[in-house]
C-alpha cells in the first residue's frame, strides 16, 4: 500500500503562485511514477504532470507548460508542483497520484484562484 497525503493548497489572486506538495509513505519502493491531476467543478478529472522515480523524466499536459513545474525530493518520497501565473481557470481540486502495482490517489488540496 501507498498513502499520498498533499498539501499546499488554497486561495491566491490571479497571477499569484502556489506550490503544492505531495508526501508518500508505505510502500514507496514501489512506485514508478508521481503526478498531478485537477479536477474542475462539472470537469472530468485531467492530467497535470507526471514525473518518474528513477531518472526523473517529467512530462506535462500541453496546456500547463510553461507555467507548472513538477519536481521531486526522493529522500522525502515527496513530489511539489509549483504553480506561477495563476488564472481563474486553474481553481480546482487538485490530486496527487503514484503509480505502482496499482494506482494510488490523494485525498486532494483545493485551490482557488480569484479574479
Known amino acids: 500500500q501507498v498513502q499520498l497525503v498533499e498539501s499546499g493548497g488554497g486561495l491566491v489572486q490571479a497571477g499569484g503562485s502556489l506550490r503544492l506538495s505531495c508526501a508518500a509513505s508505505?510502500?514507496?519502493?514501489?512506485?514508478?511514477?508521481m503526478g498531478w491531476y485537477r479536477q474542475a467543478p462539472g470537469k472530468p478529472r485531467e492530467l497535470v504532470a507526471s514525473?518518474?522515480?528513477?531518472?526523473?523524466?517529467?512530462n506535462y499536459a500541453d496546456s500547463f507548460k510553461g507555467r507548472f513545474t513538477i519536481s521531486r525530493d526522493a529522500a522525502k518520497n515527496t513530489v511539489y508542483l509549483q504553480m506561477n501565473s495563476l488564472k481563474p481557470e486553474d481553481t480546482a481540486v487538485y490530486y496527487c497520484?503514484?503509480?505502482?502495482?496499482?494506482?494510488?490517489w490523494g485525498q486532494g488540496t483545493q485551490v482557488t484562484v480569484s479574479s
Open positions: 497520484n503514484a503509480v505502482a502495482l496499482y494506482m494510488y
Open positions: 508505505g510502500r514507496t519502493f514501489s512506485i514508478n511514477a
Open positions: 514525473i518518474t522515480s528513477d531518472g526523473g523524466r517529467t
